[in-house]
């Protein structure tokens, strides 16, 4: 089954602040255990079926480092 939006994560801009986390209220984000070249744990994205494309994780990262796109 085909995802209505996709979410992007820039891992190497992500500094793993988790505003974004706090702030999906579907809960499809979550800080990953793996590291970026900065040393950061980055968010990925755990339930991409779920997002509304809202866009409140795209408004609250200070780095820019998440997009949304819908699917067409």
């Known amino acids: 089954m085909k995802t209505k939006y996709k979410v992007i994560i820039d891992e190497e801009r992500c500094k793993g ?4 986390v706090i702030s999906c209220p579907r809960k499809i984000l979550k800080k990953s255990e793996k590291y970026n070249s900065k040393g950061h744990h980055f968010v990925e994205v755990v339930n991409e079926m779920k997002c509304s494309g809202c866009n409140y994780c795209y408004i609250m990262c200070p780095d820019i480092a998440i997009g949304i796109l819908k699917n067409d």
């Not at 602040?17 to 974004?20: E, F, K, P, S």
């Open 17 to 20: 602040c988790v505003l974004c």
